[in-house]
């Protein structure tokens, strides 16, 4: 019914830049919030950054002021620009968004991307 793919995963040396996309399509009537998590080799999935509709924002605090989300409404997507990687960086990231479906106005659904690696090592 609704699908999220990500993008622009991939392999960087410790300082440098990578930036994820991740657009949602189908029988949406409104996302809500929207966010990237992610997940370690043998560790619980984290949130790693989300964004509302009306742009507000919130960041774990291992990547404030080096990751930013932002969204485009009119294309919903979602993007998370990440700088200055660290080793500890990688992971597999997720996109997740709260959807209004088509079918079911009175009801918010969370569906998730399928992820995408990031590698952060010399």
């Known amino acids: 019914q609704v699908q999220l793919v990500e993008s622009g995963g991939g392999w960087v040396q410790p300082g440098g830049s990578l930036r994820l996309s991740c657009a949602a399509s189908?029988?949406?009537?409104?996302?809500?919030?929207m966010g990237w998590y992610r997940q370690a080799p043998g560790k619980q999935r984290e949130l790693v950054a989300a964004i509302t509709s009306g742009g507000s924002t919130n960041y774990a605090d291992s990547v404030k002021g080096r990751f930013t989300i932002s969204r485009d409404n009119a294309k919903n997507t979602v993007y998370l620009q990440m700088n200055s990687l660290k080793p500890e960086d990688t992971a597999v990231y997720y996109c997740?968004?709260?959807?209004?479906?088509?079918?079911?106005?009175?009801?918010?659904?969370?569906?998730w991307g399928q992820g995408t690696q990031v590698t952060v090592s010399s």
């Open positions: 997740m968004g709260l959807v209004v479906v088509t079918t079911h106005l009175n009801m918010e659904y969370d569906y």
């Open positions: 189908g029988s949406i009537f409104s996302i809500n919030a």
